[in-house]
């Protein structure tokens, strides 16, 4: 394509975009729609949250001094979501593990 088009063709051009956009937003409707009538009949809930599903088995390994990696690559969840459920239990219990001391096996 040349780099300055003429004014028949940057018109061309921006309907296609224009038209571009009006599918995607009729896409989007649809979308929107089909999820709603699905909420509706109880068949759409969305992702499950597996990494939450096993907060216990997080902690549990963590204290039993596995590493952070160790317990993600054993739990087939991420490091990300194992640091998150270890910094969510250490705010709930504040007293159960000086943060501080580098023996706290849910300590960062």
């Not at 759409?44 to 997080?58: D, F, I």
């Not at 039993?64 to 969510?88: D, F, H, N």
């Amino acid at each position: 394509m040349r780099q300055n088009p003429s004014a028949s063709g940057k018109a061309f051009l921006d309907m296609l975009g224009v038209f571009a956009e009006f599918e995607t937003r009729l896409r989007q409707e649809r979308q929107r729609e089909g999820i709603a009538r699905a909420k509706a009949k109880g068949a759409y809930k969305g992702r499950k949250l597996t990494a939450q599903a096993k907060t216990q088995q997080v902690i549990e390994l963590t204290m039993a001094g596995l590493t952070r990696e160790a317990v993600a690559e054993q739990l087939g969840i991420g490091k990300a979501s194992v640091y998150r459920i270890l910094k969510a239990w250490r705010l709930q219990h504040p007293g159960a593990c000086n943060i501080l001391a580098p023996s706290c096996p849910v300590s960062e």
